[in-house]
């Protein structure tokens, strides 16, 4: 079992930053893969961003690429998102989630992942 707990997500104006973590616990996790989806209202979910478990294979949506960083601390257990040049269209609710099926660097899929956190409200305004 893995439990995953995101934070950081909040209002904020287009062109501003934020910082996403996601707290994991449970089991090892330098051992397993993570990624970063998000969902805006009315769409369905869709990728944003994943890391390998030790960190050396990044992949991003072409979105919000040259905009947005992934990284982990396996040291403090957690993943992080970091946002800059926010958009009206990055508003969404943002999960992280964990890859424990397998040691690859991930997926795109939101089906590859096997557990999820409560997610994160993100909301970009004018």
């Known amino acids: 079992q893995v439990q995953l707990v995101e934070s950081g997500g909040g209002p904020v104006q287009a062109g501003g930053s934020l910082r996403l973590s996601c707290a994991a616990s449970?089991?090892?996790?330098?051992?397993?893969?993570m990624g970063w989806f998000r969902q805006a209202p009315g769409k369905e979910r869709e990728f944003v961003a994943r890391i390998s478990s030790g960190g050396g294979i990044i992949h991003y949506a072409d979105s919000v690429k040259g905009r947005f960083s992934i990284s982990r601390d396996n040291a403090k257990n957690t993943a992080y998102l970091q946002m800059n040049g926010l958009k009206l269209e990055d508003t969404a609710v943002y999960y992280c989630a964990a890859r424990t099926r397998t040691r690859d660097s991930g997926s795109d899929r939101s089906d590859a992942y096997d557990y999820w956190g409560q997610g994160t409200q993100v909301t970009v305004s004018s």
């Open positions: 449970g089991r090892t996790f330098s051992n397993y893969p």
